[in-house]
């Protein structure tokens, strides 16, 4: 493999030490003197119609400018999801409607002088609700009695299943060979109900946005979003203000994980300063983060395999019911992702059949989140993997092994399920998951420690588990993302992406690509990023995509700006193109011992002959998405008496191809796992009758701090993706999917009970001990 | 609402300042510009609003501004900045502790803190210390490992 002087060094991100310096800017920290301050009003009920919005009172109120609700703000259909057009989330939503259809949907906004005056003046309105029957079970969601959720105008705007009259909101199926035929086949079959839950992103940094007017009149929005063109075209779309009167930036971005690939504030601020026509301010507190923003869809899985005495699955039925809350954001895509980043991982199963529903309820909304379903549907298909291999007598890794997709492989589901239409079809050009596998069992001691149910003291007996998953590099023929650069006259470039660093360090990778091609240090590659006036287009940071697409629209880019100095230079030194090279901040004449530097070179452009801006632009959309793989394995504690799981140790080991900056590849993956782990043992929204939030809070909402982690192990496998620049795969979501089946495969070994529900709290843990214990008892 | 005049000591400056009697800490530091010190959950749950108080860590947030009238506050750049950076956030940069950034002046505070007081803890220690600072990204790893890279870099300085 090509030595390289950039990719695969840990070299430093660009914007850490401004970070920790604190003299980066986060949304809320710009400071712009007489910017109006918000407040929002949420519904208390879970569904209800709006009987009377008085505001009268409210916009008497000292400091009150203005308050938005449906009776002075159009109804324009749209959705949330910030996807690309046509999104293939239905557009059921309004900023504002009569009717409310959860705890937390929006009511009105209230525009102030500060934000006291505008928390006075949410209190000060009066509303007249008109309660109706709320929807909380999403399994009685399709029943004829259901109290409907969605009963105007909503509709597809891709052609997909979209059914509101009973609360339907997505559907998806596929199916190969014959399903039935292959369970008669079966020695044995296991088929199990497993429940996810509810969770949220918990990025530290709230969601917030901002809006102000440039000396031209021009509205221009700082927000915290993942998808800037995306919000761009939505706040057009659900304002009505020309797209080419919008600028939106991203500045630095407290995390997303999903959360802020939400338009949701972005039209709220818009709308507002466009009527008052002064810069207004809207930050969420935290509570309304985790009630009225975006969370992880809930699932119920039903998964049914039938295997032949090895172990062979002659048959797989996969069963899905979705909750997506109040809206159908994300709901299509996410449930489709269930089984397409999950079921092509056993590409010899030959009788398969999958089927998904996303319903409404009067519950919070769903959307995009690490993952992005193949969490859920890992936590079903691990648990089945571990259950399979016991039976069959097939130590788990080696069962693994056996039976994965691997390279030079396909699997018919690529081509069968995409994100809300038919998927693309796609031969794998790598796949290192045994290595991945082996390096993984051995770091957790799989041997010594699997079966053995070690006890470190009385009550307390340990056991290890693991489980394998792939995910995607970006959406194939869907996602695009663009570079350009343009040199200085000290050698130096500046690179301009559409691509979205809200935290993982992107901008670093894809300086760093820039870098290797063009062989300068890291500083000398200026990055300005998401910008709509200022970068080229990219969809932003989802979908795995980043490193992939968008560092593979930096590679083409500076390839042809080094093609550009390469014909300056040959004007300069008068050589022969074809006999330079560029070596270190130079251009090089390998015949004649001739040799000229890149500032010589940008001046010579620039200044002396022949003048021209070395420059260039390009785009990529990838015909495949190349899967990453992991395996993951936990060493658990459990302690008997009081149901509490530990986690020991966690091993991830993984194969994202090349990663371009190790160390921000196990920063991607260790941060992925813990958020794993917590949302295996702890996380979880916890609701009252009336459908209202009942934790909606760090001290209520438990993610695990310091204290609680296990000890962390991230090997980085050696591969090599051939269509990813200089080797790269994707790496910022797989890790989040292998925690909890990996802990419930570990309870089991432990102790020989097995959840199907999530989290893996003490009491279920407890619970399902007591009830093998009588199990026992009545046995004998 | 009842105005207070006061005067603070701000990373070695004296800053005075006027605000009304029930405004915390947190809200007139940023108002006041001092924006490095970030708002994650208001409730003093997540640790991003960190400050030192006379050298001892609080959540900005629970801390009533007038009740500190006087004391010594230090955020994250009173600790170093971009051209003089304290060796706390370079251990930080160096072993890749900084993923979004947004709880990271909070964390380097209280590492401040806790070098202060043990310049070479545990990693039990370092734990225990970082208990109140929630972070999403990095899982702790390296935030772990920034704190054990500063305080050997430290004490091989004195």
Redesign the interface.
Known sequence: MAEHTHVGK?E??I????????????C??Y?IPGILETALLTSPHAHAEIVDLDTREAEALEGVVDILSYQNVDAVLHTSAGQGFPEPSPYDDLLFDRRVRFAGDLVALVVAESREAALRGVEAIRVEYKLLEPLFDPEAAESPEAPRLHVGEEHAKIPAVYEPDHNLAAEVEISFGDPAAGFADAAFCEEHVYHTQYAA??????HAALARFDARGRLEIITTTQVPFHARRIVSQVCGIPLHRIRVIKP????G?GGKQEVILEPLVALAAWRSKRPVRL?M??REVFVSSRTRHPMRIRLKTGADAEGRITALEMEGLMNTGAYGSHALTVLSNVGAKVLPLFNKIENLHFHGKAVYTNLPVGGAYRGYGATQGYFAFNQQLDMISRRAGVDMPEYCRRWHIREKETSEVFQALGEGKEGVAQVLSSCCLDECIEQGAQAIGWQEKRGRRLSPGADRVRGVGMAICMQGSGIPLVDMGAAAMKMNEDGSFNLYVGATD????SDTILAQIAAEVLQVDLEKIIVLSSDTDLTPFDVGAYASSTTYISGAAVLKCARKIAGQIISAAAGLLGSDPADLKIEKNRVKDTRRKREAGYAEIAVYALYQHDQFQIQAQASHVAGESPPPFIAQFAEVELDRASGRLRVLKFVSAVDCGQPINP??T??QV??????GISYALCEEYLFNRQGRMRNP???DYK?Y???D?PE?V?ILIDSHESSGPFGAKSVGEIAINGPAPAIANALYDAAGVRLFSLPLTPERVWRALRALREENKAKR | MQHINAEFQINGKTVLMSFPADITLLDLLRQAGFTEVKAGCHTGQCGACVVLLDGRPVNSCQVFAASVIGKEITTVAGLGSVHDPHPIQQAFVDAGAVQCGFCTPGMVLVTAALLAENSLPTEEEIKQALDGNLCRCTGYVKIIAAVKLAAERMADHG
């Open positions: 840990s430093a991100k914007d850490a030490l401004s970070l920790a310096a604190g003299s980066e800017k986060f809320d920290d400071q992103h918990c990025a530290l940094e709230p630095r971005i407290g995390g994980f930050v507190s935290r809200i935290g993982t360090g160390q921000l196990e920063g260790e941060g992925a796992v813990l958020n809070s760090f001290g993610i701090s310091p204290p982690m962390m991230t």
